[in-house]
């Protein structure tokens, strides 16, 4: 349970700010300050997620948190989005960046900032604060980072060893298409809200468009990604991550390659959010508590123990039944001096058999579950027997403790080297590590995947030869987890994982020699840990409310259902990602999003996969007569030899059209 707190050290007041930029452009800004005469430290959260309505309940939740301990905390909607002014650019773009330092300097340079500055954020604030801190303003000191990447190309939403992401190269370019045409609010933007929108829906262009163009590791990749010079960050960085989150590996390459005196990392059960905010799975921690220590240190050069911490404090799940929501998982808190931990030991299990032959129907995938799970009901993976059984599965028992069996903890990232011969030159290998329970339940603890083409580098296509033998290997998604004696430790070989993966268009599966290839799990020696965190508290919530005359019948469609023509031999999956529905704030606004997802493959046939996305958002403010709704539809498909996209956004103000485009792209298919 999250405590409420009330009472702080100082009290607050906030007010609406615009920061001028070198160029002219105002970014519309929240600051949330404590009553005081002294100048306090900032903190910033830089997002395009507009802060009068997206995230302001989260907002809510920490800003006035940090100002009630002395700090003025401040959140800036990124240049084209919210009520800022100027173009919505690509995802952190040099522009982004660069209006990022100077809102830094900025701050820096108030009456009421002692010059020194710390960022933080989720996701989207998490990558940016990295970004931020690698071009090193001289006020950043410190930077909280959660569920973030260091690597654009390999570890976010577009390509996953080497393949093109489908689920979610689609799905986040169709969200993003939908947010960037949302319209500023006149309550906040004033007269000038109209203006400010047309010109930026005339601005307007699909991110699927450069992501797909774009299907090896390239320069366009690697601009963001600090992963190619970690020596950049000068700030002294926390990152925070969770199991449950695909960007969790990012926490542990920063714990290996930034300095020791400058790095903390955590990684706990969560999903895809902050950890303190009590989402499915848990336990949840005190979060605010546990980054003030990093706050007060690093910005108020306070002499407490946050340094003293342990370099990776990691939560280990202990087995627990598949299931596709946690409210909360049992396990321990662990700690490691160093990264790679000396109390980790790669331990390999040799594959035995005859050789297998891999070639999985093109639905296996289907139950993979969310690739960004939020902590909703249907976000994690179901049980997993369905998806072994159109794999091939290599089983490592685990001694009974009759037998003398003791569990098998693991933390870090397992990897595979499969021998392996392709009869196409192009294809794709997934590997799912499981725990099989003595009832035959498969839970799925970790995965990873590799585009045969980028076996060599992911900055580079290479075709296999087919009919040769040749060993691939890769690593797994970095995990916490103990197998207990009596289990059973399951490898799951496919060919095939949508729509988390996108087919190539041989897709003809591949012929695995057991006596080449092997398991290799970070086993973890039991230690004597002592890891505690406080109870997780926030400030009072701001009070949205989700009155049941305002919903849609939309709202009560399943999350995730899975629809199968079994004449035709095709699969569908819908998705309902639930981010918000329907809301009514404080300030009078009703806000009301709606979208879905569909992912249909046939199951003898990779060039039949397809996605579309459809949003509906609207912004009501009844006082203001103010009527505004989005809708979007976008489309990714495939031939051989190309991805074939289609996008449309029709936005309406009082139920008149005011800009309607459709874009129409084919895409050569290059890799991916």
């Not at 910033?44 to 100002?67: C, G, K, M, S, V």
């Not at 390999?154 to 969200?175: E, F, Q, R």
């Not at 290998?429 to 076996?455: E, F, H, K, Q, W």
Request: with cysteine; hydrophobic share 35%.
């Amino acid at each position: 349970m999250t405590k409420i707190r009330t009472d702080f050290p100082y009290e607050t007041r906030h007010e609406d700010i615009r920061i001028p930029l070198p160029d002219g452009t105002r970014l519309y800004a929240r600051v949330w300050r404590p009553l005081t005469d002294e100048p306090v430290p900032a903190l910033l959260e830089y997002l395009p997620y507009r802060l009068t309505d997206w995230t302001a309940p989260r907002d809510w939740q920490r800003h006035p948190w940090y100002a009630g301990h002395g700090y003025a905390s401040v959140r800036v909607d990124v240049r084209g989005h919210g009520n800022s002014e100027g173009l919505p650019g690509d995802e952190y773009d040099a522009t982004e960046l660069a209006d990022g330092v100077a809102v830094v300097n900025w701050l820096a340079e108030q009456e009421w900032c002692t010059g020194k500055v710390g960022m933080f954020g989720i996701s989207w604030g998490g990558f940016n604060s990295l970004q931020i801190a690698a071009l090193a303003p001289e006020p950043l000191k410190a930077v909280v980072t959660v569920c973030s990447t260091d690597d654009r190309y390999d570890n976010d939403v577009h390509y996953m060893g080497g393949s093109v992401l489908g689920v979610d190269m689609h799905a986040w370019a169709a969200t993003m298409l939908a947010f960037v045409c949302r319209p500023p609010d006149p309550h906040y933007a004033g007269e000038e809200w109209r203006e400010l929108w047309l010109r930026r829906l005339e601005a307007v262009e699909p991110f699927v468009h450069t992501w797909l163009s774009h299907q090896t590791r390239d320069d366009y990749w690697r601009h963001g990604s600090v992963c190619e010079d970690y020596g950049a960050i000068r700030a002294a960085v926390l990152a925070v991550g969770g199991w449950h989150d695909p960007y969790r590996d990012t926490v542990l390459r920063l714990a290996e390659h930034l300095p020791q005196d400058r790095v903390r990392g955590i990684i706990g059960p969560w999903s895809h959010q902050y950890p303190d905010r009590g989402l499915p799975p848990g336990p949840a921690i005190g979060f605010l508590q546990e980054t003030l220590r990093w706050w007060d240190h690093h910005l108020k050069g306070a002499e407490n123990d946050v340094m003293a911490e342990p370099l990776l404090r990691s939560w280990i799940s202990e087995s627990h039944p598949p299931a596709t929501v946690y409210a909360e998982l049992p396990g321990l808190w662990v700690a490691d001096p160093s990264w790679p931990s000396p109390h980790v030991t790669p331990v390999t299990y040799a594959f035995q058999g005859e050789h297998a032959v891999v070639d999985s129907p093109q639905q296996t995938g289907i139950d993979a579950g969310r690739f960004f799970p939020f902590g909703n009901d249907a976000d994690l993976p179901p049980d997993q027997r369905d998806e072994d059984a159109h794999s091939a599965c290599f089983d490592f028992p685990v001694p009974a403790e009759s037998e003398g069996g003791t569990p098998i903890e693991i933390l870090g990232r397992p990897s595979v080297a499969l021998h392996l011969t392709t009869p196409a030159p192009t294809g794709q290998i997934i590997a799912r590590l499981c725990d099989i329970a003595p009832d035959g339940s498969s839970t799925l603890v970790t995965r990873g995947a590799l585009n045969v083409s980028a076996r060599y580098g992911r900055d580079r296509a290479v075709d296999a030869q087919p009919g040769e033998w040749e060993t691939y290997r890769f690593e797994l998604n970095g995990i916490g987890h103990t197998f207990p004696p009596g289990h059973r430790v399951r490898l799951a070989i496919s060919s095939a994982y949508w729509p988390w993966i996108w087919p190539q268009p041989d897709a003809a599966g591949f012929t695995l020699d057991p006596a080449g290839s092997s398991l290799t799990l970070p086993v973890r020696a039991r230690t004597d840990d002592s890891v505690t965190f406080e109870e997780p508290e926030q400030s009072p919530p701001l009070g949205v409310s989700s009155p049941a005359t305002l919903r849609t019948p939309e709202e009560t469609r399943p999350e995730r259902l899975v629809l199968r023509d079994v004449a035709k031999g095709e699969w569908t999956l819908q998705v309902d990602p639930k981010y918000g529905g329907t809301r009514v704030y404080p300030d009078g606004l009703e806000f009301t999003e709606d979208a879905v997802e569909t992912y249909t493959i046939a199951e003898d046939d990779p060039l039949s996969a397809r996605t579309r996305s459809e949003w509906h958002i609207r912004l009501h403010r009844p006082e203001l007569a103010w009527d505004v709704t989005v809708d979007t539809r976008s489309e990714i498909s495939c031939d051989a030899d190309a991805f074939h996209t289609s996008d449309e956004v029709v936005c309406k103000e009082g139920g008149e059209v005011v800009f309607h485009r459709t874009w129409e792209k084919r895409i050569p298919r290059t890799a991916g």
